[in-house]
Structure formats: structure tokens, C-alpha cells
Nanobody
Framework: QVQLVESGGGLVQPGGSLRLSCAAS????????MAWYRQAPGKQRESVAG???????NYVDAVKGRFSISRDIGKSTMYLQMNSLKPEDTAVYYC????????????????WGQGTQVTVSS
């Protein structure tokens, strides 16, 4: 059993930045993909960014050029650097560990974190 714990959420003004962290209780290298998802009020959970075991990254169009996913294998921690934040980025952000490359298909997520709230508002 692997536990994923997110941190780093908060309230930020439009145009601002936040960095989310996801600390895993086991080695993140054991998964084919790690990913960030988000769920806004009244909407379905959606994928945001994923990173493969080999370190390749993939982003959904809505965040390309603004968000950056990375990891520190030695610390078993994944990050999401979010820049140029918009009100529509407001959501609960979840990290996920998957059997599939990039981890962007929720059907193959093995472990979920508990989520961290990100609110973008002036």
C-alpha cells in the first residue's frame, strides 16, 4: 500500500504561482506513471499533467506552457509548478500513481492522494 500526501495548495491572485508537492510513502519509481488531476466544484475530475517512469512529461492543453511537472526520485516526491494561474484553475488538486505511462487515464490509477485546494481569486 502506498500513501500519497499532497501539500502546497492555497489562495493566490490571478497571474500568481504555486508549487504543489506529492510525497509518497514508497518509491515513485515503481510506477509507470505519476500524474496530477484536479476537480473543480460541480465538475468531473480531470487530468492535468503526467510524468512517466523515464521522466517524460505530458500536459493537457489547458495548462501547457504554464504548469510544469517534475519529480525527485530520491525523495519520492512529485511536484507541480503552476505559473500564470487563472481563476479557472481553481480546484482540488490530486496526485495519482498509475500502472500506465503518464498516468493520465483515471481507470488505471492505483493510488490517489487526499487532495489539496487551490483557489485563484482576487
Amino acid at each position: 500500500q502506498v500513501q500519497l500526501v499532497e501539500s502546497g495548495g492555497g489562495l493566490v491572485q490571478p497571474g500568481g504561482s504555486l508549487r504543489l508537492s506529492c510525497a509518497a510513502s514508497g518509491s515513485i519509481f515503481s510506477f509507470n506513471g505519476m500524474a496530477w488531476y484536479r476537480q473543480a466544484p460541480g465538475k468531473q475530475r480531470e487530468s492535468v499533467a503526467g510524468i512517466s517512469r523515464g521522466g517524460n512529461t505530458n500536459y493537457v492543453d489547458a495548462v501547457k506552457g504554464r504548469f510544469s511537472i517534475s519529480r525527485d526520485i530520491g525523495k519520492s516526491t512529485m511536484y507541480l509548478q503552476m505559473n500564470s494561474l487563472k481563476p479557472e484553475d481553481t480546484a482540488v488538486y490530486y496526485c495519482a500513481a498509475s500502472d500506465r505511462m503518464y498516468g493520465l487515464d483515471p481507470k488505471f490509477v492505483k493510488y490517489w492522494g487526499q487532495g489539496t485546494q487551490v483557489t485563484v481569486s482576487s
